[in-house]
């Protein structure tokens, strides 16, 4: 008598969208397009818009901020802190000149539709921030990390991740959400935290783990150990009300003063690509095709709009530190796309009963497109600059 095989049905599902990951991959990879416009692609096709190949939307969603965690995690172990920190004026002045103009210029577009003080900083808020995802993946793949524009941009990345948590807390406000004083302590510690452990990596310069040598000679325990470094450090800058990405860069910053850590990058290679292409599956599941066919108009003009406020609104803040305009072109480029925190602001907003459910979805819309289009518009400035390696 043959024994009945019950299948499960979530290995089922991971087949088979791993077999869409390859299908498609294969034709782009011949059009030479960058594996995210694949992830995003398979994410439309399998998603509740799509075919509804899978139903569980928080399942993919949450696995792939894990690979957003992983993502800054290696960013952290690769730049050079010392440089990062010689660009602190470009990074800190920068963004909040950028943030100020997106605002700003919301609140002008506001005026006319009169839209509420509320909403306009909220919008302002989300189209300001620029998709560490995307950029941090494009600039990989180019190998230009190291370059001018990567560490301008890594940089004001950075202080975009911080600034997230001062974004929720004023949208809570508006919302009508008051944060307690334990709460506003816990993320003045945390803050004082990750200050105090970057300037210890700097005047330390190399840092020991302790028993190295047993995790040297160790592959299994290397895994484990690789994860506790990285997600340990993500939870505990979650638990004080910061970024949990922003966590696992320092904790990829303390890796990286530590001698003989190749095996770190190593062991969760793999497990970046993986939980990476989720992160994009997920955003490709939001892009409600019906939604954006029946305001087609509205969405193409502004995913326009702001891809050129964005990228001018990011030159004019670059410019005003960086003498080269190509560089600073090239780097206003890659910050021009709506970036993935904005989605956080964007459902907080909703829930807060700041903005109504026809702008959530727009923003949702306009926010995945982006992020689509990012790659073939970072190309078109790339190529019509002639830009090089800076």
């Known amino acids: 008598m043959l024994a009945v095989v019950n ?18 991959g294969m034709v782009l990879r011949i059009l030479r397009q960058p594996s995210m416009i694949t992830y995003i692609l398979v994410g439309v096709v399998v998603g509740p818009f799509g075919l509804k190949l899978i139903a569980d939307e928080a399942l993919i969603s949450n696995l792939g901020s894990m ?58 808020f989300v189209l300001s921030l620029s998709s560490t995802a995307v950029i941090v993946k494009m600039l990989e793949e180019r190998q230009e990390l190291g370059t001018r524009a990567g560490r301008y941009v890594l940089g004001i990345l950075l ?42 990596v700097l005047w330390k310069k190399e840092i020991k783990i302790p028993f190295q040598k047993i995790f040297i000679v160790d592959k299994e325990l290397q895994v484990f150990l690789a994860f506790i470094l990285c997600f340990g450090f993500s939870m505990l800058t979650a638990w004080f009300g910061l970024s949990a990405a922003l966590g696992a860069f320092v904790a990829g910053i303390v890796v990286s003063s530590v001698r003989s850590t190749r095996w770190v990058s190593e062991s969760l290679h793999a497990f970046k690509i993986l939980f990476v ?21 509205t969405i193409v003009l ?23 305009w190509k560089v600073s072109l090239y780097a206003g480029s890659l910050l021009a796309q709506v970036g993935e925190f904005s989605f956080i602001l964007s459902s907080m907003a909703y829930f807060s009963g700041i903005i109504g459910d026809f702008v959530y979805q727009l923003t949702i819309s306009i926010i ?19 830009i090089k390696k800076h």
């Open 7 to 24: 299948i499960d049905p979530l290995m089922s599902k991971f087949v088979l969208l791993s077999l869409i990951i390859i299908a498609v």
């Open 67 to 124: 690979g957003l965690v992983l993502l800054l995690f290696f960013i952290g172990m690769e730049i050079h802190l010392p440089d990062l920190i010689a660009n602190w004026k470009v990074s800190v002045f920068g963004t909040l000149l950028q943030v100020l103009i997106s605002v700003s210029i919301t609140w002008l577009i506001g005026y006319f539709f009169g839209w509420a003080i509320s909403q306009v900083i909220v919008l302002g």
């Open 159 to 200: 202080v975009q991740d911080i600034l997230i948590v001062p974004m929720l807390i004023i949208i809570g406000y508006l919302g009508g959400h008051r944060p307690d004083g334990i709460e506003l302590v816990k993320q003045l510690a945390g803050g004082f935290l990750i200050i105090g452990i970057i300037l210890y």
């Open 277 to 297: 292409a989720l992160f994009f599956v997920s955003v490709g599941m939001l892009i409600n095709l019906q939604f954006i066919r029946e305001n087609l108009g």
């Open 302 to 324: 502004l995913v326009s709009l702001i891809f050129v406020l964005n990228n001018a609104i990011n030159v004019l803040a670059l410019r005003s530190f960086c003498k080269d």
């Open 368 to 386: 995945a497109l982006s992020l689509f289009l990012s790659p073939f518009y970072i190309n078109l400035i790339r190529w019509s600059t002639g």
